[in-house]
C-alpha cells in the first residue's frame, strides 16, 4: 500500500513509519518539524519506499499517485507543548483532520486518527472504556488538545457515516520508550533525563495520580491491527498496569541506580487524577493486549537516553 503518516518524524509516527516500512508499504511521511525532529527518520534516507514532505498539514494537502491509507498523528502530544502552542495544537486536531480526512475522501483511502485518552478528561469512571463521554474542561490549558481530539473524532465519525470513508479511531493512553525527547516534558522522559543526571525528580502534586503507561512496540502493534481491522468507532491502545506517578518516579530511580531524590511542585491545572484503560474491546475485537512490562520498557528506554 502507499501510505500516508502525518507527524511521522515524532515519537509515536516515527515509530508506525517504521513498522510500515517493515511490512513492505510505501510512506510519505509529513512534519511540520515543530515537536517532531528528523532524527527519527533519517534511517529511511535512502530508503526508495519511504518520503518525506515538510509540511503543515493545516494547511491543502497534494499528494500526486495513488494513496491507500492516511494516518493522521500530526499533533503536538506533551502537555508543555500545547501549552507553548496552543493554537496550532487546536488548528492540527480541527483544520488538519479536516484536510486529512479531505484526502482520505478523494483518494478513496482509509483512515486512522490518532486520539487519545485524554478525550476523557479527568476521568470520573475508573478504568475508563470507551463509551465514556468524560469529564473535560473545555477552557483549561489542556482544553486545547482535549477539544481538538474530541472535534477531530467528531470529524472522523462524520466523515465515516456521511462520506462512507472507512476510518478508525485509536484512543492512545500514555505511551514512552526511545526517541522521546529529552526535554519532552511527560513524566518518564522527564524522570529518566532527571536520574541520570543527578537531579531532582520532579513529582507535581503528592504524586498520587495515577497513570498507565504503554512501550511503544506494544502500542504500535495494537494500532496496525486496528488499521486493518472493520472496527470504526473509538478503540482505547494501552497498557491497564495502573501506577502512582511516585511509584514511576521510584521505579525510575532504582532501575538507574540514580542518587537522585524526589522534589515536589505543584500540580498542572486540570492535571486528571486517575488514568487506566478497559482493553476490553482490543482484547475480543483485535486480539491485541501489552506484552511489555513496565519495568522491562523501562530498561529498554533508560538504555537509549543514555545512548542518545
Ligand atoms: N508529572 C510529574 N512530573 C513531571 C512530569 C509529569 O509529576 O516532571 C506528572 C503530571 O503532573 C501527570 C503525570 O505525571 O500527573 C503524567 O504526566 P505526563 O505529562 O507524562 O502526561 P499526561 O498523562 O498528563 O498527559
Redesign the pocket.
Known amino acids: 500500500m502507499r501510505i500516508v503518516v502525518t507527524g511521522g518524524a515524532g515519537f509515536l509516527g516515527s515509530h508506525l513509519c517504521d513498522k510500515l516500512l517493515e511490512e513492505g508499504h510505501q510512506v510519505i511521511c509529513i512534519d511540520n518539524l515543530i515537536t517532531g525532529s528528523v532524527s527519527n527518520i533519517e534511517h529511511h534516507d535512502s530508503n526508495e519506499n519511504f518520503k518525506f514532505i515538510k509540511q503543515d498539514v493545516t494547511e491543502f494537502l497534494y499528494i500526486s499517485g495513488p494513496v491507500d491509507y492516511v494516518f493522521h498523528f500530526a499533533s503536538p502530544?506533551?502537555?508543555?507543548d500545547y501549552l507553548k502552542f496552543p493554537i496550532p495544537t487546536l488548528k492540527v486536531g480541527a483544520l488538519g483532520t479536516h484536510k486529512t480526512l479531505g484526502l482520505a475522501k478523494d483518494k478513496k483511502a482509509s483512515f486512522l486518527l490518532a486520539s487519545?485518552?485524554?478525550v476523557y478528561g479527568d476521568p470520573l469512571v475508573n478504568p475508563q472504556p470507551e463509551s465514556y463521554w468524560g469529564n473535560v474542561n473545555p477552557i483549561g490549558p489542556?482544553g486545547v488538545y482535549d477539544e481538538a481530539k474530541r472535534f477531530a473524532e467528531a470529524l472522523t465519525m462524520a466523515y465515516h457515516r456521511y462520506h462512507g470513508v472507512n476510518t478508525h479511531i485509536v484512543r492512545i493512553?500514555?505511551t514512552?520508550g526511545p526517541r522521546m525527547r529529552k526535554q519532552?516534558?511527560?513524566?518518564?522522559?522527564?524522570?529518566i533525563n532527571?536520574a541520570l543526571k543527578g537531579e531532582g525528580?520532579?513529582?507535581?502534586?503528592d504524586?498520587l495520580?495515577?497513570?498507565s503507561f504503554c512501550f511503544i512496540s506494544d502500542l504500535i502493534d495494537g494500532i496496525y491491527r486496528l488499521a486493518t481491522s472493520n472496527i470504526n468507532t473509538p478503540v482505547n491502545i494501552g497498557n491497564p498496569q495502573e501506577v502512582t506517578?511516585k511509584q514511576?518516579?521510584e521505579t525510575i530511580i532504582k532501575l538507574t541506580g540514580s542518587r537522585s531524590r524526589i522534589t515536589y511542585?505543584d500540580?498542572?491545572v486540570d492535571?486528571?487524577?486517575v488514568?487506566r484503560p478497559d482493553i476490553t474491546v482490543a482484547q475480543e475485537e483485535l486480539g491485541w493486549e501489552p506484552r511489555v512490562l513496565f519495568e522491562e520498557g523501562l530498561k529498554k528506554t533508560i538504555e537509549w537516553f543514555k545512548k542518545s
Open positions: 502530544a506533551s502537555p508543555i487519545t485518552s485524554e489542556r493512553f500514555n514512552y519532552d516534558g511527560r513524566a518518564v522522559p522527564n524522570f532527571q525528580i520532579t513529582v507535581y502534586g504524586g495520580q495515577t497513570r506517578i514511576c518516579a511542585h500540580l498542572p492535571d486528571p487524577k488514568r
